[in-house]
């Protein structure tokens, strides 16, 4: 399995931004997309998930500002960022889970301005 993440950039705070990850390679019908951040200096969190059935889950520091959603026909997942804050700022990894195994994108960087 390959990740693809794309979307990172720089934006003030208050801005929006849209990650995307591409999945490619031999996938399962049964998995979980999601996307996980790591600030300097911090661990990685999770950010959000979506599984194969649609069923979402969100970081409660996100909640309300940030949706993942995906495009089964383009392996695609999206993380759609609005009301960004400067807490934000973190390298973000696309994530695939299937058949207990994790396979992580290159990390694609979101730097959020004051």
């Known amino acids: 399995v390959q990740l693809q993440a794309s979307g990172g950039g720089l934006v003030q705070a208050e801005g929006s931004l849209r990650l995307s990850c591409a999945a490619s390679g031999r996938l399962f019908s049964i998995n979980s997309l999601g996307w996980y951040r790591q600030a300097p200096g911090k661990q990685r969190e999770l950010v959000a998930t979506i599984t194969s059935g649609s069923s979402t889950t969100y970081a409660d520091s996100v909640k309300g500002r940030f949706t993942i959603s995906k495009d089964n026909a383009k392996n695609t997942v999206y993380l759609q960022m609005n009301s960004l804050k400067p807490e934000d700022t973190a390298v973000y990894y696309c994530?695939?889970?299937?058949?207990?195994?994790?396979?992580w994108g290159q990390g694609t960087l979101v730097t959020v301005s004051s």
């Open positions: 994530n695939y889970r299937a058949l207990a195994k994790n396979y």
